[in-house]
């Protein structure tokens, strides 16, 4: 074997082992946080950070439909609300969806919401919080507590209520990120 071919065989094995990694790498950032998580809306995949087209697609393959609405979309099944609403950007030349809310008790479908893998109808913030790890801001209140993870230009904030069952969460997507928006 000549001196180039055995060249040729470490680059290469050597750029594998570069890929390999990288891809290890993306994807365990990618499928380890819920805020890099997508949203299940009954089998369909969302993203904050997803383009809006990719998304409208997503919804029609799921079939589901929207009250026209000039800020976002408010995915329904068989014209009942499945509790979740998407907001688009507006200053992106090519938009992109920027928030996603949800509110169990507005899911009066059979639709299954998931977030981060997690049932929400039967999901508790101890469910989200192993696959999320510690949360970077907890806020106590009357009703139950808010749960807030930032990681770079995406946040999500969960809603439970006081025995730790999930009640919503907001999922969103900045550019310019979130350090210090939110206060603890």
Request: charged share 20%; proline share 3%.
């Amino acid at each position: 074997m000549s001196k180039l071919a055995i060249r040729k065989i470490i680059v290469g094995g050597g750029l594998a082992v570069m890929l390999v990694a990288a891809f290890t790498i993306y994807c365990n950032e990618r499928f380890s946080n819920p805020v890099w998580n997508s949203v299940n809306v009954d089998g369909a995949s969302i993203w904050t950070g997803q383009s809006w087209g990719s998304f409208l697609e997503s919804m029609d393959d799921a079939q589901l439909e929207s009250s026209p609405i000039s800020y976002g979309y408010v995915p329904r099944k068989d014209d009942a609300l499945t509790g979740v609403n998407v907001a688009q950007s507006v200053f992106d030349r090519n938009p992109k969806v920027s928030s996603i809310y949800y509110d169990v008790e507005e899911n009066v479908t059979d639709c299954v919401i998931k977030l981060a893998g997690v049932r929400t109808d039967t999901g508790t913030y101890d469910d989200v919080a192993q696959v999320a790890g510690p949360e970077t801001i907890k806020t106590p209140g009357s009703i139950g507590t808010t749960y807030i993870w930032i990681e770079k230009d995406n946040a999500l904030v969960l809603f439970t209520d006081e025995d730790g069952g999930i009640r919503g969460f907001d999922l969103y997507y900045d550019r310019k990120g979130f350090e210090g928006r939110f206060v603890g």
